[in-house]
């Protein structure tokens, strides 16, 4: 999927807001200034969420209650180690029921559940280029209600 520009990425993140669901867990993949963020930040306001959606850097989680759901906006970019991952109990997020928006998960590797969905975004001469995919039928639910 082509994503000229900003308002592009937004248009796609207020899209993908309506079909999230419970327990879904969605990758973000992509290099620094992909558009992880940006899209994360239109898909909660998509949901009616009216304050700041800030990257959550050095916080590594933000939460969220939006549009009657459960939101938790990863980034794992400074992540360090498993011990960390308990101290924060970052386990107990991924409960089936919040919907977990994972920016960096490989840098959390094999501690970050399985994605349901997977959004790629690539930086290319002309915006951004976005590939989703489904990993699980709940993950092929949510795209085919996009
Ligand atoms: N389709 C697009 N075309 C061009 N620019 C875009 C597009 N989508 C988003 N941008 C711009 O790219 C930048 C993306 O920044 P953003 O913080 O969302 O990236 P990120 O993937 O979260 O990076 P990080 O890995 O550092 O967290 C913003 O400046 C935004 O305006
Ligand atoms: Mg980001």
Request: with cysteine.
């Amino acid at each position: 999927m082509n994503l000229p520009d900003e308002a592009a990425t937004i248009a796609l993140g207020a899209r993908l807001a309506r079909a999230l669901r419970p327990g879904l867990v969605v990758w973000l993949r992509g290099d620094l200034g992909a558009g992880k963020t940006t899209l994360v930040r239109a898909l909660l306001h998509g949901l009616g969420h009216q304050g700041r959606v800030k990257s959550p850097t050095y916080t590594l989680i933000e939460p969220y209650q939006a549009g009657g759901l459960e939101l938790r906006h990863f980034d794992l970019y400074r992540f360090q180690d498993e011990s960390e991952w308990e101290a924060a109990g970052f386990r107990d997020e991924f409960d089936g029921h919040n919907i977990c928006l994972v920016e960096w998960p490989e840098m959390a590797q094999g501690l970050v559940p399985e994605a349901d969905v997977e959004i790629g975004l690539q930086i290319v001469p002309h915006g951004r280029a976005a590939r989703l995919r489904a990993y699980s039928e709940a993950g092929k639910r949510c795209l085919n209600a996009l």
